[in-house]
């Protein structure tokens, strides 16, 4: 026995011998989609107390949230604004005003609520409650859209029942919801009714516009909320928006401000000086400026009534190029060869000849502050041949290492000719880039021809210019007025050595 006993000692201490202590590891961290235990009012309730004092959300595991204010929507909506308390396992939204009676609420959130360790979202989840005996259950749906067609924000969509038309935006109103990143919206759990419906960006969480630069959408006419319908509300691009002075920088004696929008007015004004005015009007040049003296800009707004001024400008140094360049050296034969300046430029200042082969060629001259556009002075350039610049006289800061361009051959552009049936009065046509709008030719005619485009997608723009005043309109949130309509035709890929010909054009 005592020889069996030492066997088995003397095995335990080779195992414990040749054993390697290894610490344990977490591992991956399991997934885990929080779940509500228990809530606060209770989905579906009824004649829920209209003095209730807090709504409570108690969850199966430890959660968080970055922003808990942000998270929770309710509708109608609770003014002021509850507050939202976030614990290791509950949510308390704790109200500062009374609820309303025989009223229909829905508590939406916005999926940003996480397994404290996992980060597993909860999804997004809808409570509905009455103050009354019963819960109402219709349903509205629909979207905002952009007359040009840009990415429609997250914007609140608000409901008004039994409201003037001149009172949208300035009272509260009887519903709201979010739309989504395409502009769609629903409103779940409303009364049966007549609606106003008005899309708001609302900066300051009161849900009126009562700031300027708050971005609307609205639809004009009452919905009726009884059957199925899928109203659409059209963004205003309204003019009245405040101008800001977004940046300003120097450099040598000249002050460039760059502006939050556009200002089309021909006079802006700094010091009594008056500015040069480039890219969409928004950057304004200003030269021998005292930048120890008040910097107020002076101007009004594209409708030419409201004085926009006391615009503060705290100028910085900048990293501009102080130089002059061409901005491209491979041209299509009826473009102009540009030199380009980021400063205003005194061009008479450069002299020059152009060559092609021996002969000199003749041309003619465009100007701005910023660019000198050279045409040839009879037709175009000549296609596939390269031309050399002789600089006489360049001050230093032209690039005078270029001293040649090309102009490429017909075959690497495309082109497209027609007519156009259908056109009304006072309406505005483009032919434009899809890709580069900036890129556009106007339609004068019902007939059109447009060669040496570059490849790409193109389509044709139809603006009702309602008003008649050769420009489009964005709409007014104050005189209640939609933007003028824009329709677009189908997108025509424009190939290098293809012309579209005899194209018909319907207006849509």
């Known amino acids: 026995m005592v020889k069996r006993a030492l066997y088995f000692l003397v095995i335990i201490l080779l195992l414990q011998g040749c054993a390697n202590v290894v610490p344990l590891t977490g591992g991956e961290v399991p997934k885990r989609t929080p779940k509500i235990t228990y809530q606060n009012p209770a989905n579906k309730a009824t004649n829920v107390p209209t003095n209730t004092t807090k709504f409570v959300f108690k969850f199966d595991t430890y959660i968080k949230c970055n922003n808990p204010q942000q998270e929770f929507f309710i509708s109608p909506p609770i003014l002021p604004l ?17 609820l309303q009676p025989n009223t229909c609420y829905t508590i939406q959130t916005n999926g940003t609520i996480q397994e404290y360790y996992s980060g597993t979202p909860l999804p997004p989840q809808s409570i509905v409650f009455s103050t009354g005996n019963e819960i109402d259950t219709l349903t509205l749906t629909g979207k905002i859209q952009d ?8 914007m609140y969509v608000c409901a008004y029942r039994n409201t003037p038309i001149d009172s949208i935006g300035k009272v509260l109103p009887n519903y709201i919801t979010q739309s989504k990143e395409d502009g769609s919206f629903e409103f779940r759990n409303i009364q049966q009714g007549e609606y106003y419906l008005f ?4 900066l300051n969480n009161n849900f009126k516009k009562d700031l300027p630069n708050e971005q609307t959408a609205i639809l004009l006419q009452k919905v009726q909320v009884k059957d199925t319908l899928k109203p659409i509300l059209t963004l205003l691009h309204d003019v009245n928006s405040p101008v800001k002075v977004q940046q300003a920088d120097t450099l040598k004696n000249v002050l460039r401000v760059t502006l939050s929008k556009g200002v089309f007015a021909d006079s802006v004004y700094l010091q009594d000086k008056k500015a040069c005015i480039l890219h969409e009007y928004k950057k304004l040049y200003f030269t021998d400026i005292d930048l120890q003296k008040p910097l107020i800009l002076r101007t009004v707004d594209s409708t030419g009534a409201r004085k926009i001024d006391t615009l503060k400008i705290s100028p910085v140094k900048t990293k501009w190029k102080d130089k002059v360049t061409i901005l491209k050296n491979s041209i299509a034969p009826n473009e102009p060869l540009i030199f380009y300046a980021e400063v205003p430029t005194t061009w008479s200042k450069l002299s020059f000849y152009i060559y092609q082969a021996k002969n000199r060629i003749p041309f003619r001259i465009d100007t701005n502050a910023f660019m000198l556009k050279i045409y040839p002075k009879q037709g175009v350039w ?5 031309y050399h610049i002789q600089f006489l006289t360049a001050p230093s800061n032209v690039d005078t290492t270029i001293k040649s361009f090309t102009v490429l051959p017909e075959k690497n552009f495309g082109g497209i000719a027609g007519k156009i049936q259908g056109k009304k009065e006072n309406e505005i046509c483009y032919f434009a880039s899809v890709d580069m709008p ?4 106007k339609i004068e005619g019902e007939t059109f021809k447009f060669s040496y485009l570059s490849p790409g997608n193109y389509h044709f723009i139809f603006v009702q210019d309602t008003n008649a005043d050769g420009i489009w309109n964005g709409g007014s949130f104050e005189k209640k007025e939609l933007p003028e309509k824009i329709h677009y035709s189908k997108v025509y890929n424009i190939r ?8 018909v054009v319907k207006v849509p």
């Open 199 to 202: 899309a708001l960006k609302d």
């Open 82 to 98: 509850p507050e939202v308390q976030l614990k290791a396992k509950s949510i308390e939204i704790k109200l500062k005003s009374p």
């Open 438 to 441: 900036s890129i556009r030719y």
């Open 496 to 503: 290098a050595n293809w012309i579209y010909e005899d194209e």
């Open 147 to 154: 007359e040009l067609r840009k990415k429609i924000p997250n």
């Open 382 to 386: 000549q296609e596939n041949t390269s």
